[in-house]
C-alpha cells in the first residue's frame, strides 16, 4: 500500500511505516533545510512525486468551498492532490488538511493511529554539558559546545 505523507508527519516518526513512503519535493526540501538527519537516513526509502493540475484543480475547488484555502499551503495542496490522484492515504496531523481531505474522498491517517508509530522525537544533546533541547539550537544555550541530533525514545 502506498502512503502520502506530510512533514507533520515526517518530523514526529522514527521510522517510515514500511510501505511505500511518497511526499512531494516541497516536504522533501523542507527536510532538507532545517538540516533534518533524517533527510539523509530516509534517502533512499521515502520517494517523491508531484500532483498533475487537474487533481491540484480538484483540492483547490474542496478548499476555496470549505474555507480552508488560506489555512493549506502549496505544499499541503500538493500533498493533497497526490494522495487524491493516487488514492493513497494521507498520513498528516493537520486539521485543515484533514478537512480538505474527507470533502475529496481522501482517508486521513492520523499520525500515532493504530501501526503507525510515533515513538520519540529527534532531541538535541550538548556533546559539553548534556543539556538536551527540542529543537536545533547549533551550539548549546548554556556552555557553547556544539549540540549534536540525538533519538530520544
Ligand atoms: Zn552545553
Not at 475547488?61 to 488560506?70: N, P, R
Not at 495542496?77 to 484533514?98: C, F, G, I, V
Not at 544533546?125 to 549540540?147: A, F, K, N, T, Y
Amino acid at each position: 500500500m502506498t502512503l502520502v505523507l506530510d512533514s507533520s508527519a515526517l518530523f514526529s516518526m522514527q521510522d517510515l511505516p514500511g510501505e511505500d513512503c511518497v511526499t512531494v519535493p516541497g516536504v522533501w526540501d523542507e527536510l532538507r533545510r532545517h538540516k533534518d538527519p533524517r533527510a539523509a537516513y530516509w534517502g533512499g526509502l521515502l520517494r517523491t512525486a508531484s500532483p498533475s493540475d487537474e487533481a491540484l484543480a480538484v483540492v483547490r475547488g474542496a478548499a476555496e468551498d470549505s474555507g480552508d484555502q488560506g489555512r493549506i499551503s502549496s505544499t499541503d495542496s500538493e500533498l493533497l492532490a497526490l494522495a487524491w490522484e493516487l488514492k493513497a492515504p494521507l498520513l498528516t496531523d493537520d486539521y485543515s488538511m484533514q478537512n480538505v481531505a474527507r470533502a475529496i474522498g481522501v482517508r486521513c491517517i492520523a499520525v500515532g493511529a493504530e501501526g503507525i508509530r510515533k515513538v520519540w522525537r529527534w532531541r538535541y544533546r550538548c556533546q559539553g554539558c548534556g543539556r538536551s533541547e527540542e529543537s536545533d539550537l547549533g551550539d548549546c544555550p548554556v556552555c557553547g559546545s556544539r549540540m549534536r541530533s540525538v533519538r530520544k525514545r
